[in-house]
């Protein structure tokens, strides 16, 4: 059984910083992009960064120099370094991979 599971979530004052992390199991995703997203409360989902099998990476404006998405094939987890929080970034954050879905984790920031 596929499973993506996430961690790392929680509540950090703005300005603060978490790292998410999101392990895989039942397969290797080494070979597939990866990509986190979220949902702010009462919004739709939306893409927050990507990286492909071989490291380049992409991100939303909203978060660009302020979050960091890393991956280690050797751990079959992906990473994202979330730094500068504000508190528009508050929403459960899910990750992704081929046709899964994590089960999302909360993130919390406050004014």
């Known amino acids: 059984q596929v499973q993506l599971v996430e961690s790392g979530g929680g509540l950090v004052q703005a300005g603060g910083s978490l790292r998410l992390s999101c392990a895989a199991s039942?397969?290797?995703?080494?070979?597939?992009?990866m990509t986190w997203h979220r949902q702010p409360p009462g919004k739709q989902r939306e893409w927050v960064a990507g990286?492909?099998?071989?490291?380049?990476?992409a991100y939303a404006e909203s978060v660009k120099g302020r979050f960091t998405i890393s991956r280690d094939n050797a751990k079959n987890t992906v990473y994202l370094q979330m730094d500068s929080l504000k508190p528009e970034d508050t929403a459960v954050y899910y990750c992704?991979?081929?046709?899964?879905w994590g089960q999302g984790t909360q993130v919390t920031v406050s004014p």
């Open positions: 039942g397969s290797t995703f080494s070979g597939n992009a």
């Open positions: 992704h991979g081929r046709t899964y």
């Open positions: 990286i492909d099998s071989l490291g380049s990476t």
